[in-house]
């Protein structure tokens, strides 16, 4: 994972490994480095220090995730915008939280 610098973002890399040497799927690993790199990305949108970051701030990430409309699967123009499910969005929390459980204790 990469940060906005295209850099290697290092506690990602190592949340990445460890899961790999969990024996994780590589699927886990895919969706779960999605679901980091999204809270990654919100924050840096906003100017937030994801080592930093509140239990506000976790919930807003988790109302965005609702309330932000999904990439257009097509590019007809009258498409309907899309939103994940809060579902989905719990799912994405998930991979976060573990992703943050894995810095706190290996900082």
């Given at each position: 994972?990469?940060?906005?610098?295209?850099?290697?973002?290092?506690?990602?890399?190592?949340?990445?490994?460890?899961?790999?040497?969990?024996?994780?799927?590589?699927?886990?690993?895919?969706?779960?480095?999605?679901?980091?790199?999204?809270?990654?990305?919100?924050?840096?949108?906003?100017?937030l220090?994801?080592?930093?970051?509140?239990?506000?701030?976790?919930?807003?990430?988790?109302?965005?995730?609702?309330d932000?409309?999904?990439?257009?699967?097509?590019?007809?123009?009258?498409?309907?915008?899309?939103?994940?499910?809060?579902?989905?969005?719990?799912?994405?929390?998930?991979?976060?939280?573990?992703?943050?459980?894995?810095?706190?204790?290996?900082?």
């Open positions: 994972m990469t940060d906005e610098s295209y850099r290697l973002h290092h506690e990602s890399c190592l949340f990445l490994a460890s899961l790999r040497d969990m024996g994780r799927s590589f699927n886990t690993e895919k969706a779960y480095g999605i679901r980091s790199a999204m809270l990654l990305t919100w924050c840096s949108e906003r100017g220090d994801w080592k930093q970051i509140t239990l506000l701030d976790l919930a807003r990430f988790l109302r965005w995730l609702v932000e409309p999904l990439p257009p699967r097509s590019l007809r123009v009258t498409a309907l915008p899309r939103f994940r499910l809060e579902k989905s969005a719990n799912a994405v929390m998930t991979g976060v939280f573990e992703f943050l459980r894995f810095c706190s204790r290996n900082e």
